[in-house]
């Protein structure tokens, strides 16, 4: 349920590069009370978190969406839960964004970068 260790070397590295003071990370592995206030809370889906972050992230900032490939699910025609056509919808959005340049890393579960132009 966690990043690995080349994934998290990976990330180190691209905030250093970019000299990254602010950062936000949207999910949470085992914090019972970010779920408990998740929960609480109405539907965010993953869109809606690609726009907030895209809206605060200044030029030149990095956007980092980790499990863009889903184990594999995201190119599997044959698997379409909600998340997983939620997780589609998010790379092809990425990879048609004007306002970014983007590159889906086959690093981990897949890291889809999205560079704000």
């Known amino acids: 349920m966690q990043i690995g260790r080349d994934q998290g070397h990976f990330i180190t590295l691209l ?15 085992t914090g019972y009370s970010t ?5 609480a809370l109405p539907n965010t889906g993953y869109d809606g978190y690609y726009e907030r972050c895209l809206a605060l992230l200044r030029p030149g900032g990095v ?3 980790d499990n863009a ?14 998340d997983t056509q939620a997780i589609r919808a998010l790379n092809e959005k990425i990879s048609r964004d004007p306002r970014i340049e983007a ?11 999205a560079w704000k132009r």
């Open 15 to 29: 905030l250093c590069c970019l000299g990254a003071r602010r950062t936000i990370e949207v999910g949470v592995f």
């Open 35 to 39: 779920l408990i206030t998740a929960l």
């Open 63 to 65: 956007i980092a969406i």
């Open 69 to 82: 490939l889903w184990g594999g699910s995201v190119a599997d025609s044959a698997k379409n839960s909600e």
């Open 103 to 113: 590159y889906l890393a086959p690093l981990g579960d897949g890291v889809h970068l």
